[in-house]
């Protein structure tokens, strides 16, 4: 069955620093993936999504995404990181069309310092 | 604006009560999701439409949840005999069917069942 982990509940960083989210999943065939970003009292929205071609993808917000295949892995980067950027961040893994393959991640929570 | 609305936004009710939960997808898009998020983990899928037609329901769909989506425009998704594990925040989502497969989420509707 299709799951997705994110390793990292909560991460700290300072404003200007860069980032990284990891995300790795499982799944039984070629994967649809996907960074969604939640900030308080909003939906979620996305950053950015693979679903084959160049393994590096770039996104919304200065983000940009890196499928490794070999790893079932799907880390989300950015260079430097903004204030504004501090809210839950998830990775989900699917087939898209079909409903119930969608899997989210637990999320991870990103705090900036200033 | 011409996003996914939801409402309420916040709805408190007692044990047993009945609840019923709207969602305004954006106009023309086809597919129309709904989730379950409780506090710390990800969306939930519980059950798509394609247009009026009920496509999928997971298993999280116990008999007390219904949803429709009578004209393949607005859903509602009605809980009855509320338990207290019901309390979450409840998402909707739409996409067109072909496109950029991207959901576009709603700002969801918080429950607490006391």
């Known amino acids: 069955a299709q799951s997705v982990t994110q390793p990292d509940i909560h991460i700290t960083v300072s404003e200007g620093a860069s980032l990284e989210l990891r995300c790795n999943y499982s799944y039984g065939a070629t994967p649809y993936l996907f960074w969604y970003v939640q900030s308080p009292g909003q939906g979620l929205q996305l950053l950015l999504k693979y679903f084959s071609g160049d393994t590096l993808v770039q996104g919304i917000k200065g983000f940009e995404a890196e499928f490794k295949r070999s790893q079932s892995s799907f880390n989300l980067r950015k260079p430097s990181v903004h204030w504004s950027d501090a809210a839950e961040y998830f990775c989900?893994?699917?087939?898209?069309?079909?409903?119930?393959?969608?899997?989210f991640g637990a999320g991870t929570r990103l705090t900036v310092k200033p | 604006d011409t996003g996914v609305s939801q409402n309420p936004r916040h709805k408190i009710t007692k044990r047993g009560q009945n609840v019923t939960f709207r969602c305004d997808p954006i106009s023309e898009h086809n597919r129309l999701y709904w989730y379950r998020q409780t506090l710390g983990q990800g969306p939930e899928f519980l059950t798509y439409?394609?247009?009026?037609?009920?496509?999928?329901k997971s298993r999280l769909l116990s008999d007390r949840f219904s949803a429709e989506r009578p004209k393949g425009s607005f859903s509602t998704l009605e809980i009855q005999r509320t338990e207290q594990g019901d309390s979450a925040m409840y998402l909707c989502?739409?996409?067109?069917?072909?496109?950029?497969?991207?959901?576009?989420f709603g700002p969801g509707t918080r429950l607490t069942v006391t």
């Open positions: 989900a893994v699917g087939a898209v069309l079909t409903g119930d393959d969608m899997r």
């Open positions: 439409f394609q247009n009026e037609a009920q496509l999928e």
């Open positions: 989502a739409s996409m067109v069917e072909e496109g950029s497969y991207e959901q576009y």
